[in-house]
């Protein structure tokens, strides 16, 4: 276990070293980016990512993955405005929906991988294209909207989940809040320890008479709940969504994830090097902005560092197998 803990200090470490480095560099090199609309600008980046991210840690640990996150935080999104505009549920109820729908996507991605032993990329690639498809259906192809700072009716709903009328990213506050609640779900609760006990070894954990595909459903149900944590603030920041948009989300949230320090074998990961993964991904993409470059260059360099990141991921493994063996 301390062996464990150390590995996760040490991958912590080299992401914030990334993040600094990467901070400093674009302090340099790009245009006005030390000033505060940057750094707001990279919160406000940071919102919906980071609770996908967060969700996602979770299954990663387990050695799962769920390709369905960005569809269903947009399927949860459109059901909550479909209510909402066209049969005048209240405002608060439909939020509480939005949350409810990613719960119930991340409980079906868990039966799917632990009741009929879906490979998980199967499992969840099939949820993408089935909460894609949902949500076109329920909305009968149109897009939904919420309320922004502008409304006569809701106008609270900015100024709760986004930015107060001072600028103030009350939406970070939020993500503090769900940072450290999952924190200590996953650091401190029976959950945690058979999260990080079932992607270490679930034969193990099988054998020891737990009861590993229930508490590997719980980590998809997680990411689910985060998921619609998620629609939520996306639903803020953009108001209007899309039908028949979402997957890409996932790779970002995915990318932070891995960047984090978040062994794709699982077993080994943090949320806090979650985090630093979330806003490495965000200060990339402001920093790539403030020296001109089009999103194209944005992709493109994420990519590049996710390929990073994983390579890093294998020869840690490769490392600590050596070690074992010795």
């Known amino acids: 276990m301390s062996g464990l803990i150390k590995k996760i200090q ?23 980016f030390v000033t505060l609309p940057t750094m707001l600008n990279i919160l406000g980046q940071s919102y919906f990512v980071g609770f996908l991210a967060i969700g996602v840690t ?45 719960t119930l996507f991340g409980l079906f991605n868990g039966i799917l991988v632990t009741r009929l ?13 089935i909460s894609l498809g949902f949500g076109s259906i329920i909305t009968n192809v149109r897009s939904q909207t919420f309320p922004n700072f502008l409304s006569q009716q809701d106008g609270w709903f900015n100024s709760v989940f986004l930015k107060t009328e001072g600028d103030f990213p009350s939406g970070a506050l939020f993500l503090l809040t769900i940072f450290i609640v999952m924190s200590i779900v996953l650091n401190r609760t029976k959950i945690g320890r058979y999260v990080y006990a079932i ?7 099988r054998l020891s008479g737990i009861k590993a595909h229930n508490w590997k459903c719980v980590a998809y149900i997680i990411g689910g709940f985060c998921a619609g944590v998620a629609a939520i603030f996306y639903s803020a920041m ?25 062994s794709l074998a699982g077993g080994v990961g943090s949320l806090s090097g979650t985090l630093i993964g979330v806003f ?3 200060v990339l993409r402001s920093g790539l902005m403030a020296m001109g470059l089009p999103a ?12 990073g990141a994983v390579l890093l991921d294998i020869y840690r493994t490769k490392k600590a197998n050596e070690v074992k063996k010795v």
């Open 280 to 282: 490495i991904m965000s």
């Open 296 to 307: 194209p260059y944005q992709t493109f360099f994420t990519g590049v560092v996710v390929i």
């Open 199 to 205: 992607g270490s070894n679930e034969e193990a954990v």
């Open 10 to 32: 040490l991958q912590k470490l080299l992401a914030l070293a990334a993040l600094i480095i990467l901070y400093v560099f674009f302090a340099f090199t790009g245009t006005n």
């Open 58 to 102: 979770f299954v990663i640990i387990t050695g799962g993955i769920d390709l369905s996150i960005g569809t269903v935080m947009m399927c949860s999104a459109l059901v909550g405005g479909m209510l909402y505009n066209n049969h005048g549920f209240p405002l608060w109820l439909c939020l509480v929906i939005v949350v409810l729908v990613g």
């Open 238 to 262: 953009y108001t209007t969504i899309i039908p028949n948009t979402g997957n890409g989300l996932e790779l970002q949230a995915i990318a932070a994830v891995v960047i984090g320090g978040t």
């Open 117 to 129: 032993k879906l490979p998980p990329f199967i499992a969840t690639l099939g949820t993408m294209m």
